[in-house]
């Protein structure tokens, strides 16, 4: 249920798809889904709304609860997003339920105070990635985890993954686990349409057109590129234990007004 309020601080937490990976902002950083999300509701919500993002790559469900759950309770927000689980899904020892059930813990620190929660099912990026039959059971088992564990706790949830064609490539960056522009804004959609803000309804869940077929030759030279480009990059990072987000930092620490959008 939607609570009626008119939120005046939006602090979002969580790791790169929060940040906004693939979602170029023209400065050299990234905007994402939750800065296209945080104009939406200046719009709705008028002068005097602040949005900061703590979200940083690579963080796994632990780190976010431990780091960014208490600089975020500090900055006093009336509506958090809280998304994560990713990289833990992309780790060795991934285990749906025990994941769920540290994003839950999220979810209760947040309500306890009354703070408002939002939360969305996981995109899956797996059928454009070389270890679907790996990573697509894995998605699926944490999704119906999260379903429950966001029921639990009563926070509002938008099922972003009951869109059957998000994992249509062409809603996908270059690496292939991040949201494109146009990947971003849909979600940024479904999300200012789950908190039912004024202009938006539920034409994110519409299909993109027909794909033309691609060659033979296009498809696998995509595939050497982004092998090249991301896959062994990453797996050379997992083999050390590293982390891109090992050196990086909250893009917006501190509440902030927003242009509307």
């Known amino acids: ?32 889904w939750a800065d296209r999300l945080a104009g939406h509701l200046a719009a709705a919500h008028g002068e005097g709304f602040e949005y900061a993002n703590l979200a940083i790559r690579g963080k796994t469900t632990e780190q ?36 769920a059930g540290r994003v839950e813990r999220m979810f209760a620190t947040f309500a306890e105070v009354g703070v408002d929660v939002l939360t969305f099912t996981l995109p899956d990026p797996t059928p454009n990635l070389w270890f679907t039959r790996v990573m697509h059971p894995r998605v699926v088992e944490f999704n119906d985890a999260l379903r429950d564990a966001a029921r639990r706790a009563g926070v509002m949830m938008v099922d972003v993954a009951a869109f059957t064609e998000g994992s ?10 991040h949201g494109n522009s146009a990947g971003h804004e849909r979600v940024a959609h479904a999300l200012a349409h789950g908190l039912g803000l004024p ?15 691609e060659p033979l030759v296009t498809a696998i030279r995509a595939d050497l590129v982004w092998v ?20 990086a930092t909250a893009k917006r620490p501190a509440p902030e007004p927003v242009r509307p959008s």
Do not use: K
Request: net charge negative.
């Open 199 to 213: 202009g938006f309804d539920d034409s994110w869940r519409v299909p993109l057109p027909p794909a033309l077929p």
């Open 1 to 32: 249920m939607v609570p009626s309020v008119s939120w005046q601080r939006f602090v979002a937490i969580g790791d790169s798809s929060t940040e906004g990976m693939g979602d170029p902002d023209g400065t050299g950083g990234f905007r994402g």
């Open 228 to 247: 090249h480009q991301h896959a062994l990059p990453w797996l050379w990072r997992t083999v050390r234990g590293r982390s891109l987000g090992d050196v």
């Open 168 to 177: 249509d490539p062409r809603l996908w960056s270059d690496d292939r686990l």
């Open 64 to 99: 976010i609860q431990d780091e960014q759950v208490p600089a975020a309770l500090a900055l006093r927000p009336d509506l958090v997003t809280v998304i994560a689980g990713m990289n833990d899904i992309l780790t060795v020892s991934f285990d749906p339920e025990a994941t």
